[in-house]
């Protein structure tokens, strides 16, 4: 079984702190997905990255950034975390010829 | 990419086909229509995918019209554990051979004992 885990379930953090979300995918998959869900919003894409040092922004880039050092690791970071930054983080790999993307369980921020 | 648009909500009484429809009046020849859902607190899982094909597989079936326009995803005997949000995407593929997804709203399903 394909597993995505995420570094945290819940994380809570202030105005202006530096914010790092780890992904890490055990199936060597060459994509990886950052989402946010909002209620009413469904799903947006932040950032995806196809291959190691990779990456391309998706809908929704302002304020975050990601990196992607080895393949099965992606993190997503917010450089100055904003309170319009609080919410669902969903993290997503997919492997390169597979229709189906594999989702980790989230990461729920909360900025204060 | 082409837009999808699904019904906010739908009931369905455990036991009897749940039936989901989508519209992607806008899709290209070669794009797909995929199926997600989300239960509570989890995050998406792949349910089904379809070109222009019928297609069925152990957790549910695909009817996509001949014209392409619409689909129905279908929940043959839908239990209290199918109560979830069902998304309906239409999958974009670039040159790169990944393929960037973009999720709608989807219909929150509700199944009533």
């Known amino acids: 079984d394909v597993k995505v885990t995420q570094s945290s379930r819940y994380l809570v953090k202030r105005t202006g702190e530096k914010v790092f979300l780890e992904c890490v995918q055990d199936?060597?998959?060459?994509?990886m997905f950052w989402y946010r869900q909002d209620p009413g919003l469904g799903l947006r894409l932040i950032y995806f990255s196809y291959d190691v040092k990779m990456k391309e922004k998706g809908d929704i880039p302002e304020g975050y950034s990601v990196s992607r050092e080895k393949k099965e690791r992606f993190s997503l970071i917010l450089e100055s975390a904003s309170t319009n930054q609080t919410s669902m983080y969903l993290c997503?790999?997919?492997?390169?010829?597979?229709?189906?993307?594999?989702f980790g369980p989230g990461t729920r921020l909360t900025v204060t | 990419d082409a837009k999808t648009t699904q019904p906010p909500s739908m009931d369905c009484a455990e036991g009897r086909a749940a039936n989901l429809p989508c519209n992607h009046s806008?899709?290209?020849?070669?794009?797909?229509v995929y199926w997600y859902r989300q239960i509570h607190s989890q995050g998406p899982q792949y349910i089904i995918h379809?070109?222009?094909n019928n297609e069925t597989n152990e957790m549910a079936s695909l009817i996509i019209t001949e014209d392409r326009k619409s689909s129905t995803l279908i929940l043959p005997h839908a239990t209290l554990r199918d109560t979830a949000v069902y998304y309906c995407i239409v999958r974009v593929s670039n040159s790169g051979g990944y393929q960037k997804v973009t999720f709608g709203t989807g219909t929150k399903l509700q199944v009533i004992p």
């Open positions: 379809g070109l222009k």
């Open positions: 199936m060597d998959h060459e994509n």
């Open positions: 997503a790999s997919q492997g390169a010829g597979i229709y189906e993307q594999y």
């Open positions: 806008t899709i290209s020849g070669n794009e797909y």
